[in-house]
T-cell receptor
Framework: GEDVEQSLFLSVREGDSSVINCTYTDSSSTYLYWYKQEPGAGLQLLTYIFSNMDMKQDQRLTVLLNKKDKHLSLRIADTQTGDSAIYFCAESMTSGGSYIPTFGRGTSLIVHP | DGGITQSPKYLFRKEGQNVTLSCEQNLNHDAMYWYRQDPGQGLRLIYYSQIVNDFQKGDIAEGYSVSREKKESFPLTVTSAQKNPTAFYLC??????????FGSGTRLTVV
């Protein structure tokens, strides 16, 4: 079955880069996503990558996809205290016209001065 | 502004009571979803609906019920059969792979 794994915590110093890692098991995944959740709020889509891509860059965010190893990473450059949140990795594929994502457990990113 | 509204933000339930969580969207999305979030466990799918008057069980549907009488609305009832209902509940809607939108959640506590 589908499974998405990610580490639960990451602590970084303000100004450093953060790298959050994720592994997934379903090789037929079409889309891979990173969502951000701030305390007491819902999830917001940060960025995504199609399964036929290796890398995507969007301002401070860089997503790397290694399909062979089924490994996805999110790099946040120049991490700020406002980046402190829970980051969820997710995958989805087309199934009868639906795209229900499977989420990891989330990585809590703590940014300290 | 288009979006998803969940209400109430906080809800308290007594033992043996049914409670209903509201989820309304004005994004014209066909599909709607309910998730449960527990600390360290990520999001688990409770129910989802891809069209009006139709819905399917997710991974943890026991003790929950839903209805989808209108496109805009997908209420979730937490019944007394749900033995451990204290959690953060998230509603979402989508019109495709890149249009998955979440509400701001309801925190349910059993007292």
């Amino acid at each position: 079955g589908e499974d998405v794994e990610q580490s639960l915590f990451l602590s970084v110093r303000e100004g450093d880069s953060s790298v959050i890692n994720c592994t997934y098991t379903d090789s037929s995944s079409t889309y891979l996503y990173w969502y951000k959740q701030e305390p007491g709020a819902g999830l917001q889509l940060l960025t995504y990558i199609f399964s036929n891509m290796d890398m995507k860059q969007d301002q401070r965010l860089t997503v790397l996809l290694n399909k062979k190893d089924k490994h996805l990473s999110l790099r946040i450059a120049d991490t700020q205290t406002g980046d402190s949140a829970i980051y969820f990795c997710a995958e989805s594929m087309t199934s009868g016209g639906s795209y229900i994502p499977t989420f990891g457990r989330g990585t809590s990113l703590i940014v300290h001065p | 502004d288009g979006g998803i509204t969940q209400s109430p933000k906080y809800l308290f339930r007594k033992e043996g009571q049914n409670v209903t969580l509201s989820c309304e969207q004005n994004l014209n999305h066909d599909a709607m979803y309910w998730y449960r979030q527990d600390p360290g466990q990520g999001l688990r799918l409770i129910y989802y609906s891809q069209i009006v008057n139709d819905f399917q069980k997710g991974d943890i549907a026991e003790g929950y019920s839903v209805s989808r009488e209108k496109k805009e609305s997908f209420p979730l009832t937490v019944t007394s059969a749900q033995k451990n209902p204290t959690a953060f509940y998230l509603c979402a809607s989508s019109s495709g792979a890149l249009a998955y939108t979440f509400g701001s959640g309801t925190r349910l506590t059993v007292v």
